[in-house]
């Protein structure tokens, strides 16, 4: 990125800290779906593994473009998988002893997306009035996790309760 773009973007310690936390979870979530589509087991698995593969590969490109972002902005994301801990935001996913209970499978699932939704959330508005870039990337992930959010609802067939997560 170019001195006058990142002059305008205006990229602050909070920003870049944000991001990096938004790449963190990324990660996790990469991992954790991967994980459960290979250990998922009973009648849906096969469906279900195939959605947690595809969700883990979105997961990954996402953190992609966030690290591209944080490079283009001056910044770096995290340089080590021991160092993801430190950055992710302070929940862990929720797995169900039993991964062939597919119902509390997705609901971890969807408490994972609704996090994606409250981080995407924050950093848009932290950025929607001064860094038109980075607000439309976080609007488009943000997109990507309502979407997912829609989805695993209607594989749940309810609006699914709230979970407590950050």
């Known amino acids: 990125m170019g001195m006058l773009a990142r002059e305008f973007a205006?990229?602050?310690?909070?920003?870049l800290r944000s991001l990096n936390r938004a790449y963190a979870d990324e990660w996790f979530g990469h991992y954790n779906?991967?994980?459960v589509?290979?250990?998922v087991s009973g009648p849906a698995s096969a469906s279900i593994s195939a959605l947690l593969r595809d969700k883990s590969e979105q997961a990954l490109a996402r953190a992609n473009r966030l690290a591209l972002r944080m490079i283009e902005l001056g910044g770096e994301p995290a340089r080590k998988l021991?160092?993801?801990?430190?950055?992710?935001?302070d929940k862990p996913f929720k797995l169900p002893?039993?991964?062939s209970d597919v119902e509390t499978l997705l609901r971890a699932v969807l408490d994972a997306e609704r996090t994606?939704?409250?981080t995407h959330q924050r950093?848009?508005?932290?950025?929607k009035d001064r860094d038109p870039l980075t607000a439309a990337l976080i609007l488009d992930l943000l997109r990507e996790a309502t979407a997912g959010e829609q989805l695993l609802q209607r594989l749940l067939a309810d609006e699914a309760p709230?979970?407590?997560g950050n």
């Open 10 to 15: 205006q990229p602050d310690t909070a920003l």
């Open 33 to 35: 779906y991967f994980f």
């Open 37 to 39: 589509s290979h250990m």
């Open 82 to 89: 021991t160092e993801l801990p430190d950055v992710a935001t």
């Open 97 to 99: 002893d039993d991964l």
């Open 116 to 118: 994606s939704i409250r």
């Open 123 to 127: 950093l848009h508005e932290m950025t």
């Open 162 to 164: 709230r979970m407590a």
